[in-house]
């Protein structure tokens, strides 16, 4: 069975530092995703950053990264510079290919992370 | 290129009343998942659709169903709603055929309905 731990509930940062969210999982396929998402009080879930479970380098996206850590099973994600609007929900997500074919995600219980001014 | 979108992304029933919701996916893409979340049980996944068929099922009761039609869209209806069934609903679309995961999977803005 798939699963994502994200063990910190809730992240307080001064802004304009840098801050790096947890994410373990655990799985035996051999092939899966891990996204990052993020979610406002909006509710909207925004995609920010993926890495696949082949991909050598890690992945970045603008101020986002992922430190993937394949042997440890930990998929980071590090925002540089944070800001205000960075305040947020943050889920850690993997997806696989299920048994009847489709992608599904699982997802980690979230961080709420408030950027101080 | 257009987004995910959901509608409504607000509405209230009252108990036993049913719903519909409406998920239409990023163009070219196939497949269709729904997933609830809640605060006590987090994001749970519901179903998913692909080229009009039902693909894979979450653990929920018969009272959450769904349908995909020919242009890709999706509904998802919950009949004789409980007070329980107060959630966000997400929909998430992806091209469905790759057969390994890609990354390319989007969440809409997501319904929120409550109960009373």
């Known amino acids: 069975a798939q699963k994502i731990t994200q063990t910190q509930p809730g992240m307080f940062v001064q802004e304009k530092e840098a801050v790096t969210l947890d994410c373990t999982y655990d799985t035996s396929d051999p092939s899966y995703g891990l996204f990052w998402y993020k979610q406002p009080s909006s509710g909207e879930m925004i995609f920010l950053i993926y890495q696949g479970s082949y991909d050598q380098q890690n992945a970045t996206e603008g101020r986002y990264s992922l430190n993937f850590q394949k042997a440890r099973k930990s998929a980071n994600l590090v925002i540089s510079a944070s800001q205000l609007g960075d305040s947020a929900m943050y889920f850690c997500a993997m997806s696989y290919i299920s048994n009847f074919g489709n992608e599904k995600l699982t997802f980690g219980t979230g961080t709420r992370l408030t950027i101080i001014p | 290129k257009a987004g995910v979108t959901q509608t409504p992304r607000y509405l209230i029933k009252t108990r036993g009343q049913q719903v519909t919701l409406s998920c239409s996916p990023i163009?070219?893409?196939?497949?269709v998942s729904w997933y609830q979340q809640t605060p006590g049980q987090g994001l749970q996944f519901l179903f998913e659709?692909?080229?009009?068929?039902?693909?894979n099922k979450g653990n929920f009761p018969g009272r959450f169903s769904g349908r995909q039609f020919s242009n890709s869209r999706s509904e998802m209806n919950v009949s004789t709603l409980e007070l329980g069934d107060s959630a966000l609903y997400l929909c998430a679309s992806s091209s469905g055929t790759s057969g390994r995961p890609t990354g390319e999977l989007f969440f809409g803005e997501g319904s929120r309905l409550t109960v009373l």
């Open positions: 659709y692909f080229s009009e068929t039902q693909r």
């Open positions: 163009s070219g893409h196939r497949s």
